[in-house]
């Protein structure tokens, strides 16, 4: 066993997306503003089958494995093999160019097949000596036979992520037979609070090119129902859109846009939490 200095050396030497508990003291210097969903906004996970999808470091795998899973895996591909470095810079280059990148360079010249981007959750797993399983496969794409199906499907942080949402969300469906908890960006818009809309970002949202489409709690509901879950849960209460949100948001996401599509007096944004219920 490390002792907690090794411990500690071995994981600041890695980069963390999650801030995960290790043991002895030490926990990882994760970049994530979150976690959003803690275990009061889960379902009950004793016993039950869980798939993590986009599970990074794995921060929710383990989290569903000490809450009692039967059995987790944690599916992720893209910052698994991405070289994020590179990406960065691109990325950077396109800003500066006032163009947007081109997205297929993430599996082709970015790529990196031997997924340095999963060191972390490797060694997370080891030092927790867990049984989740790690799946490297694009939910989007991949063949859903090879995977199966799970009692609780955990899909957090992704959404916005997605080109086609709702064929997407189709797909979580089908590989759910309990309830799948997903979280993801959603705007609040004063006197619309009924309304299923759906911002389109069109590739850039809050500095990150990857994110696509934000919902109102109706329009992500209306998503869900539409991809033949019956039945949504919010776990969280959108804000009220005040001029104090928009401040709020401002320093949150330094340097934040002062004008530009999330620049609106009636609009807040935040992490809209619902369980879909097959
Ligand atoms: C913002 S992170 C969220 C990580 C974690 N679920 C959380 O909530 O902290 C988005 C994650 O989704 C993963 N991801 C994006 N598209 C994916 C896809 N098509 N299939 C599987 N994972 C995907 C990314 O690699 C990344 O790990």
């Not at 801030?19 to 990882?28: F, H, Y």
């Not at 893209?78 to 160019?97: F, H, K, L, P, S």
């Not at 609070?193 to 970002?201: D, M």
């Not at 340097?255 to 599509?261: D, M």
Request: glycine fraction near 8%; charge should be negative; include cysteine.
């Amino acid at each position: 066993m490390l002792s907690a200095d090794e411990l500690r050396a071995r994981a600041d030497a890695l980069g963390w997306f999650h801030r995960i508990d290790l043991g002895q003291g030490v926990v990882t210097n994760g970049l994530s503003s979150g976690p959003y969903v803690g275990p009061d906004k889960l379902p009950e996970l004793a016993g039950k089958s869980v798939l993590d999808i986009g599970a990074w470091d794995g921060y929710y795998s383990f989290q569903a494995e000490r809450l009692g899973a039967r059995r987790v895996v944690a599916l992720d591909h893209y910052v698994w093999g991405v070289d994020m470095a590179a990406r960065q810079q691109y990325w950077a280059e396109c800003a500066a160019a006032g163009v947007l990148p081109d997205h297929s360079k993430d599996t082709t010249e970015f790529w990196r097949p031997e997924l340095p981007g999963r060191a972390a959750f490797d060694f997370a797993k080891e030092v927790l000596s867990s049984r989740v399983e790690p799946v490297v496969a694009d939910f989007a794409t991949m063949d859903l036979e090879d995977i199966g199906t799970f009692d609780v499907v955990l899909y957090l942080g992704v959404l916005y992520h997605m080109k086609e949402p709702l064929t997407v969300l189709e797909r979580l469906r089908r590989v759910t037979t309990e309830v799948a908890v997903v979280e993801t960006q959603a705007v609040a818009i004063a006197g619309m609070e009924r309304h299923n809309l759906v911002q389109f970002f069109g590739g850039e949202f809050i500095g990150d090119y990857g994110n696509w489409y934000v919902p109102t709690l109706a329009g992500l509901t209306q998503w869900l129902l539409a991809a033949g879950f019956s039945r949504v849960v919010p776990q969280v209460d959108p804000p009220v859109p005040t001029p104090s949100w928009r401040a709020r948001l401002r320093r949150r996401l330094r340097p934040a846009p002062s004008t530009g599509p999330t620049d609106h007096p009636n609009f807040a944004y935040y992490r809209a939490v619902v369980h879909a219920f097959v």
